[in-house]
């Protein structure tokens, strides 16, 4: 038996769930050890307040007996919209009343400026064709629809020093995307904080964390890698990302003093590249 309605829908995927876990006579808890998932993972699932990444589906299916059952009705984002193992964190990105990323390298995609995505889309390996690199940009711009609404999500942004020097497609996109991060933090619809090569070690200098909060489910931490993500929800795990935030934060530039740095480096791009 398939998943009926519509495989999008969030609550036919768990209430399907809930039927053939029961049917296997196991309790949530059961099944989290054997699927190795958390406990409270599963029961989002199952109202249908969350959706299981790849792998959850195919240890479900694993562990139920369900022959992809749970696999062949993921609903996705669509084909090529995102990378795979970022399906889940978008999707609770949309979601998130709150949201606090920290960039070590590159500008969050919920920052990034159609340029400077584009050349960041196009450096991938292996090479992505034109017309995967333009499938791929829409959604990534599209990220910014959830900075439209003025209030919510509240969005803290820390940035390592390394993203204003790196100069990702040259001096003009350089000085664009500096200035649009300037423009949010102006107008106070994202708070910025840059961690200055000064600073030296810090708590978060290990890699990317995005920290996300909601009004009717526990926080989740988002952490990335190489061809790799994984959303984290167990609350002392989750905890730690978040102390580990705060403490690269009391490392951090003000508000104020990180903006002035951010200006006066995309006036050193703009001149570069009137120069070119």
Excluded at 150 to 176: N, Q, S
Excluded at 222 to 230: D, I, K, M, S
């Amino acid at each position: 038996m398939a998943i009926e309605d519509n495989p999008g829908s969030r609550t036919s995927y768990g209430e399907e769930l809930r039927r053939r876990r029961e049917a296997a006579g196991l309790t949530q808890e059961e099944l989290s050890v054997r699927a190795v998932m958390s406990r409270t993972h599963i029961a989002h699932i199952e109202a249908g307040r969350r959706r299981p990444s790849l792998d959850d589906a195919r240890r479900l299916d694993k562990v139920l007996g369900t022959g992809g059952v749970f696999e062949n009705f993921l609903p996705t984002q669509g084909e090529g919209a995102v990378a795979e193992h970022f399906e889940e964190a978008l999707r609770l990105e949309e979601q998130a009343t709150a949201i606090r990323v920290y960039g070590p390298k590159l500008v969050p995609g919920l920052l990034q400026t159609p340029a400077y995505a584009r050349e960041v889309l196009a450096s991938g390996f292996p090479p992505r064709t034109q017309e995967e690199c333009d499938k791929l940009l829409v959604t990534r711009v599209g990220r910014a629809r959830v900075l439209d609404d003025f209030k919510t999500p509240l969005v803290w942004t820390i940035l390592d020093e390394a993203v204003l020097r790196r100069p990702i497609g040259g001096p003009a996109v350089m000085c664009e995307q500096l200035r649009h991060i300037v423009e949010l933090g102006e107008a106070h619809r994202v708070r910025v904080h840059v961690l200055p090569f000064s600073a030296g070690l810090h708590a978060l200098v290990e890699g990317f964390v995005s920290l996300m909060w909601f009004d009717d489910l526990p926080p989740v931490a988002y952490v990335e890698g190489l061809n790799t993500g994984r959303v984290l929800e167990v609350p002392s795990v989750v905890r730690r990302c978040q102390l580990a935030y705060d403490h690269a934060m009391g490392d951090a530039l003000s508000h104020r003093k990180s903006l002035a740095l951010i200006r006066s480096t995309a006036e050193d791009y703009d001149h570069a590249a009137q120069r070119e």
